[in-house]
Every structure is written in C-alpha cells, then in structure tokens.
C-alpha cells in the first residue's frame, strides 16, 4: 500500500498511472476498489484502460440503401412514360415538354431514371430522344441526382419505390389477375357464410314471434 500511495501521489508519467492501475485492477477486479487504492476516480480508470477507439478514416462505412432493379421489361419506352404519368398524374405532352419549371423536371428524371433501370440496352441519347432532349448529359445529370435522393430523400425513395412496384405489376399481369381471382373467391366464400348466419336468424326470430 505504501508503494501504491507513493506511485499515486508522484504520478511521474501517465505511463506508471495505467500500468499501477492495471496492476491493481488485475488484483482487485474492481474499477471501484482500484479508484480507493489508486486515489484515481473511477470515471478516469475506466477511459484510461478503455480500448482505442478507431479513426474514422478507417471506420466501417454505412451500406447504402439497395435500390430494387426491374427485370428488362417488353414494354415499350412510351408505354413505361405513360405508365409513369399515370401514376404521377401527368400528362405525356407535358412530361416531353421543354418546360423546366420542377414540378415537371422531377418526375422528368425519375422517369429518365426508371427507364434506365428498366431498358438497360438504351443508350442516352435514345432516352434523350424519347424525352424529346437533345444532349444524352440531361439524361446522365438525370441519373447521378436521382440515385443521390434515392438514398437521401425518404420521400424521393418512396416514389421511385411506387413507380418500380408499378413497372412489376405491369410486367406480370398474369400473377396479379390470380391473385385478384384469389380475393374474389374468398370475398364470395365469405359472403355464402355471411347469407347462411342471416337467413338462420331470421328463421329463429320468426319462430320467436310465432
């Protein structure tokens, strides 16, 4: 104890300070006991023999949100832009308008961005073509920002997502009318049961009043 006072209260070199409290915690397994015997508080051991923290040049970086690729789609480019007025409640006119006022250059890139996804073989300048643009560098700038908001943007990501989930829907017309037919069949199997639990109240309540 006279060794650990003397070392404590000399405290020559930050050095002696982490390897007499290293020592005395490997005695003492006690951050609390190792602040008494030491004179160190606790809160000082603990970020003393607290492991590096590593820097942030090398820290893990943060996955970035997957962006969901359409298969290849057999629908044609002015029947995905349709596609996508639709959904965005605009007209095709204005989408292939020069017009550059943002409610219309927006969903313009979106569009320019989905039909990327969805005609991977198109160069840009045939996608510059179908939005009536004559330079294919609209079409890349189209591209960088709209990947940029999709990670970004919450909002953004949830119109990409709708137009995606609507390309899908359109591209497997088969699987969503089973689907429906599936629905329809368990509404009108509901609705049997639901007739059936009627007509026998109303037997029991005629019964009742007879």
């Known amino acids: ?5 003397h070392a404590t209260a000399s405290r020559s070199s930050a050095y002696e300070s982490i390897t007499l409290i290293r020592d005395t915690l490997a005695r003492t397994r006690s951050y609390s006991a190792t602040a008494r015997m030491t004179g160190f508080p606790e ?3 603990r970020e003393m023999l607290a492991p590096p923290k590593p820097r942030a040049s090398f820290a893990a970086p943060v996955a970035p949100t997957p962006i969901p690729h359409p298969s290849p789609t057999a629908l044609s480019p002015r029947e995905i832009i349709m596609l996508c007025c639709a959904e965005e409640g605009l007209s095709y006119a204005d989408i292939t308008s020069q017009c550059r006022k943002r409610y219309l250059s927006r969903p313009r890139q979106r569009f320019m961005w989905l039909m990327r996804k969805a005609k991977p073989n198109m160069s840009l300048p045939e996608i510059a073509r179908r939005f009536n643009k004559l330079d294919h560098t609209t079409v890349l700038h189209a591209l960088q920002v709209t990947e940029e908001r999709y990670h970004r943007d919450s909002e ?5 997502d709708a137009l995606l989930a609507a390309l ?3 591209e497997r017309p088969m699987e969503a009318a089973v689907a429906i037919d599936c629905e329809i069949n368990e509404l009108e199997a509901r609705l049997t049961t639901l007739r059936g639990q009627r007509a ?4 029991q309540y ?3 009043a007879a």
């Open 156 to 160: 953004e990501r949830a119109k990409l």
């Open 200 to 203: 026998a109240i109303s037997a």
């Open 168 to 170: 899908r829907e359109v």
């Open 43 to 45: 809160t000082t051991i």
């Open 206 to 208: 005629i019964k009742a």
């Open 1 to 5: 104890m006279q060794t650990v006072s």
